[in-house]
T-cell receptor
Framework: GEDVEQSLFLSVREGDSSVINCTYTDSSSTYLYWYKQEPGAGLQLLTYIFSNMDMKQDQRLTVLLNKKDKHLSLRIADTQTGDSAIYFCAETSSGYSTLTFGKGTMLLVSP | DTAVSQTPKYLVTQMGNDKSIKCEQNLGHDTMYWYKQDSKKFLKIMFSYNNKELIINETVPNRFSPKSPDKAHLNLHINSLELGDSAVYFC??????????????FGPGTRLTVL
């Protein structure tokens, strides 16, 4: 079945850039997503990219997609303490468009 | 104006009991989901309903029974609770568009603790 892998933990200092990486196995993935989960809350969609795009920029967020290597990354510029959260990579490809989530990367931003 | 709401937020109960978690969405979406998030934060799909019909049923014990009285509600009933059922359960909803774009809106979660 489909598999989505992420590193589990990333620690950065405030003001630095953060890069969270994700790899997936399903070559028929059509959309790839980044969700953010703050402590004690549900997941919230941050951004997404369609599979025919290489890059998408949205304010401090940059998503890069390497479809050949099945590699997705999320770059957060000027990381703030409020960015501390768990970030989930996800993809859709099936007929019912279910989301397959990675295990999540915990981002810790220190002052 | 909450989009996806769940009740209760916390549920503490004894092993062997039966409990229900309720979910409601006011977004007009056709599809609703239940996810289980374990203590390591791993998120797994349990069920998905589209217009009140079950479309996804992952390998979940039959002690778990979802019920969708209408497309705005998806409740989860759990019989004979076990220690391993302790987790955070998330409800979500989406309006699945053509081309498989699927932005899901999540509820705040229900933390279930089985003693």
């Amino acid at each position: 079945g489909e598999d989505v892998e992420q590193s589990l933990f990333l620690s950065v200092r405030e003001g630095d850039s953060s890069v969270i990486n994700c790899t997936y196995t399903d070559s028929s993935s059509t959309y790839l997503y980044w969700y953010k989960q703050e402590p004690g809350a549900g997941l919230q969609l941050l951004t997404y990219i369609f599979s025919n795009m290489d890059m998408k920029q949205d304010q401090r967020l940059t998503v890069l997609l390497n479809k050949k290597d099945k590699h997705l990354s999320l770059r957060i510029a000027d990381t703030q303490t409020g960015d501390s959260a768990i970030y989930f990579c996800a993809e859709t490809s099936s007929g019912y468009s279910t989301l397959t989530f990675g295990k999540g990367t915990m981002l810790l931003v220190s002052p | 104006d909450t989009a996806v709401s769940q009740t209760p937020k916390y549920l503490v109960t004894q092993m062997g009991n039966d409990k229900s978690i309720k979910c409601e969405q006011n977004l007009g979406h056709d599809t609703m989901y239940w996810y289980k998030q374990d203590s390591k934060k791993f998120l797994k799909i349990m069920f998905s309903y589209n217009n009140k019909e079950l479309i996804i049923n992952e390998t979940v014990p039959n002690r778990f029974s979802p019920k969708s009285p209408d497309k705005a509600h998806l409740n989860l009933h759990i019989n004979s609770l076990e220690l391993g059922d302790s987790a955070v359960y998330f409800c979500a909803s989406s309006q699945v568009a053509s081309g498989f774009y699927n932005e899901q809106f999540f509820g705040p979660g229900t933390r279930l603790t089985v003693l």
